[in-house]
T-cell receptor
């Protein structure tokens, strides 16, 4: 079974631009979560989508948004890029279980975004 | 609020030594999950283990073992007979038992195994 895929793997943007990152979950997984990883702040939760609805959101400004499509693929968008948005953006997918309990998240390789 | 602390920022050992990575967590939840992930230089987080708060039995998988102690809020990870391929950053993480597919990560421990 193919793993989580993320495109593109690398991006270079300039301040003020916007960017869209894509994530395809493991086949059959319906939940997609996004995380930002920086040397200073570590791994931080951005948001989670399940059945095309945002279920959870981390403490990030409104410039960070996302969506999920009917095939469970997800995109995240960052508008008006700032230097501090330079990071590795990781996507993770999980089933989750029918009982509603938290399921294991499997991560993709990430998109490394550099803002100049 | 949930919090995970990995006090060891970096560890360097010689191949074949045993090494233990510490993880201490804080949560008000009575039920929760704990995880360990490995991040090699390629960047992808690789899932290693998930334990629920009901089960305090230690677990062994090959050279890897995990010691979960609810009384001290710790979930430590030991690699026996370390190998160079074990070099990576290791993250401990915590999530609620239900609903939120949200992981709270520790800051990670960079493990270097020298030949």
């Amino acid at each position: 079974k193919a793993g989580v895929t993320q495109t593109p793997r690398y991006l270079i943007k300039t301040r003020g631009q916007q960017v869209t990152l894509s994530c395809s979950p493991i086949s059959g997984h319906r939940s997609v979560s996004w995380y930002q990883q920086t040397p200073g702040q570590g791994l931080q939760f951005l948001f989670e989508y399940f059945s095309e609805t945002q279920r959870n959101k981390g403490n990030f400004p409104g410039r960070f948004s996302g969506r999920q499509f009917s095939n469970s693929r997800s995109e995240m968008n960052v508008s008006t890029l700032e230097l501090g948005d330079s990071a590795l953006y990781l996507c993770a997918s999980s089933l989750p279980t029918g009982t509603g309990s938290t399921d294991t998240q499997y991560f993709g390789p990430g998109t490394r975004l550099t803002v100049l | 609020a949930q919090k995970v602390t990995q006090a060891q920022t970096e560890i360097s050992v010689v191949e074949k030594e045993d090494v233990t990575l510490d993880c201490v967590y804080e949560t008000r939840d009575t039920t929760y999950y704990l995880f360990w992930y490995k991040q090699p230089p390629s960047g992808e987080l690789v899932f290693l283990i998930r334990r629920n708060s009901f089960d305090e039995q230690n677990e062994i998988s090959g050279r890897y073992s995990w010691n979960f102690q609810k009384s001290t809020s710790s979930f430590n990870f030991t690699i026996t007979a370390s190998q160079v391929v074990d070099s990576a950053v290791y993250f401990c993480a915590l999530s609620s038992f239900q609903g939120a597919q949200k992981l709270v990560f520790g800051q990670g421990t960079r493990l270097t195994i020298n030949p």
